[in-house]
């Protein structure tokens, strides 16, 4: 609900490099994100496709996937990076998981699609979705069967565009300023667009804040199965 709040514990940022497990343009990534000192502009993002991310500093290589206004900021909450620590009995560090944001004290899973936060003093972010697991996710963490188990645990993270522009560090607040009249989740959108197609119909009422891929693998469901006779 508007009121909620958390933290920035760290804000992160990678560079380009050359990888084998990458089918990214040009062989690179910058998924190998590492935190920073001192704040941090972030700043909206050009067109998807075309432009990079909203944090300063920070590499997107494939902008297939990648950047762009509607994939500007990626977050991902310590509570989630501790658990997977646990699963997999390895240290998992601030931006292991490829995210400028590593936040602490929300639960990702629950915002809302549309919700925005007040981060700091004066950047406004708006969530967009979660973050759908890829060759090159699968590729950094090394672990056998990531990407189905990733997706089975339905905690994505997410995706975030920058409505009002601000410097972000480490130790700000943030605080949930809205959320809109609809009740699809980061989690319920994530699944619907993975595991449970059927729901993808219903998802589209957040539509208007959706990002790309996400609301285009709905459309098309939504427009080939009539209501109720999804598969």
């Known amino acids: 609900m508007s009121g909620a709040h958390g933290s920035v514990l760290s804000v992160n940022v990678g560079r380009a490099r050359a990888v084998a497990f990458t089918d990214a343009p040009g062989g690179e990534t910058g998924i190998d994100k590492r935190p920073v000192d001192g704040p941090v502009r972030v700043a909206p993002a050009g067109p998807p496709g075309l432009a990079g991310g909203g944090v300063s500093g920070d590499t997107v290589c494939d902008l297939r996937f990648h950047g762009g206004a509607d994939r500007a900021v990626y977050a991902f909450a310590r509570e989630d990076l501790d658990g997977w620590q646990r699963d997999l009995g390895r240290v998992l560090g601030n931006g292991s998981f490829g995210e400028n944001?590593?936040?602490?004290?929300?639960?990702?899973?629950?915002?809302?699609?549309?919700?925005?936060?007040?981060?700091?003093?004066?950047?406004?972010?708006?969530?967009?979705?979660?973050?759908?697991?890829?060759?090159?996710?699968?590729?950094?963490?090394?672990?056998?069967?990531?990407?189905?188990?990733?997706?089975?645990?339905?905690?994505?993270?997410?995706?975030?565009?920058?409505?009002?522009?601000?410097?972000?560090?480490?130790?700000?607040?943030?605080?949930?300023?809205?959320?809109?009249?609809?009740?699809?989740?980061?989690?319920?959108?994530?699944r619907a667009v993975t595991t449970e197609r059927t729901m993808l119909p219903?998802?589209?009422?957040?539509?208007p804040w959706m990002e790309r891929e996400q609301l285009e693998i709905a459309q098309r469901y939504t427009a080939k199965y009539p209501a109720g006779k999804g598969r």
């Open 202 to 207: 219903d998802v589209l009422v957040a539509a």
């Open 101 to 190: 944001l590593t936040v602490l004290g929300m639960d990702l899973r629950d915002a809302l699609i549309g919700e925005r936060w007040r981060v700091g003093p004066s950047t406004v972010l708006e969530v967009t979705g979660g973050r759908i697991p890829c060759r090159t996710f699968a590729g950094w963490l090394g672990e056998k069967g990531w990407v189905r188990r990733f997706t089975r645990a339905a905690s994505p993270g997410a995706m975030l565009r920058v409505v009002e522009a601000g410097d972000v560090r480490a130790g700000d607040r943030i605080a949930v300023v809205h959320r809109p009249d609809h009740d699809v989740t980061v989690s319920r959108l994530f």
